[in-house]
């Protein structure tokens, strides 16, 4: 059983270090391109995003910005989203009064 087990590892290890190029060229050739574009914009009536994260994910979804703007939008809603509203620590806890 164990030599079983042995031997279905390394045929998957084996499939895998196989199929990784060609899972690396597909991973590079699709970060460049825009997503396949998806429903229309107008497709459902009253349904439009309520945030700006909201529009950016359908921008994404729909074609009109790559994979990496997203990101760097993403990332620019954060610094701003962290500068506005700074998280504060937790005060130190005290540790429990002996009973």
């Known amino acids: 059983m164990l030599c079983s087990l042995f031997l279905l590892a390394c045929l998957t290890a084996a499939l895998v270090f196989a199929a990784r190029p060609k899972l690396r060229g597909a991973v590079r050739n699709a970060a460049g391109r825009p997503a396949s574009p998806g429903a229309p914009h107008d497709a459902v009536p009253g349904q439009d995003p309520q945030t700006l994260e909201g529009v950016l994910s359908r921008q994404l979804v729909t074609g009109r910005i790559t ?10 809603l954060a610094s701003r989203d962290a500068k506005r509203h700074p998280l504060d620590p937790p005060p130190p806890a005290d540790p429990p009064e002996p009973a």
Do not use: T
């Not at 994979?67 to 620019?76: I, K, S, T, V």
């Open 67 to 76: 994979g990496p703007q997203y990101r760097q939008a993403m990332a620019g």
